[in-house]
């Protein structure tokens, strides 16, 4: 999130234009709404002692490490709208980078245009990746962000980088025993495993 948002210490406007906001939105650190009804109790939560009216009018800025703070005191609860978005048991069955990516979606979206992404949600619970990456591409929010979206999209549709794929009949228990070995050698078992994963 932090790369796809930039720091900023003084307030601008965001580039999501929309016809409820054609001048975009008042926007400062990584990517910080500093016009959502609860964007002082958000600073309060996070420890910054600066009013949202003093960042607005640019009488203050915030410093990285505030920035730090406060994206950091917000990500849960956008990693939980994506959780809210997806369901509990899909949530839990998608790879970790996958989570991270609906939780990039949140910070940037924010929950109520994430859930009118109806295609992505089903693609999701049905585990289709490919599907889910094209739901994306089928967007206004593509068009609005750019280089963002198609990073996203193709963490999305990438296989996940942690899944093992053992040989049929394998215990993965028996790796730790393999590796115990003295005659264990780490770039065979990569290629081993890579072969296995095909």
């Known amino acids: 999130i932090k790369f796809d948002e930039d720091f900023r210490a003084k307030v601008y406007k965001d580039s999501a234009r929309t016809k409820k906001n054609p001048i975009g939105i008042d926007t400062i650190g ?5 016009e959502r009804p609860e964007a002082q109790a958000e ?4 420890g910054i002692n600066k009013t949202v009216a003093d960042l607005r009018s640019g009488k203050k800025s915030l410093t ?3 920035a730090d703070l406060l994206i950091r005191s917000e990500v849960p609860k956008f990693e ?5 978005f997806v369901g509990e048991e899909t949530w839990n069955s998608l790879p970790k980078d996958k989570q991270n990516v609906l939780t990039n979606m949140a910070f940037n979206l924010g929950s109520t245009r994430l859930n009118q992404f109806n295609d992505l949600r089903s693609a999701l619970q049905a585990g289709n990746y490919k599907a889910a990456k094209d739901a994306m591409y089928d967007s ?22 942690y899944a093992m794929n053992p040989a049929s009949g394998y215990d993965i228990r028996n790796l730790f025993n393999d590796m115990g070995r003295e005659d264990f050698d780490v770039g065979s078992a990569i290629e081993d495993a890579l072969r296995r994963r095909g």
């Open 30 to 34: 990584y990517g910080f709404n500093l």
């Open 43 to 46: 600073l309060d939560h996070a």
């Open 64 to 66: 990285e490490a505030e």
């Open 80 to 84: 939980s709208a994506a959780v809210n």
């Open 140 to 161: 206004t929010w593509r068009k609005q962000v750019k280089s963002r979206a198609t990073r996203l999209m193709d963490r999305m549709a990438a296989p996940d980088p």
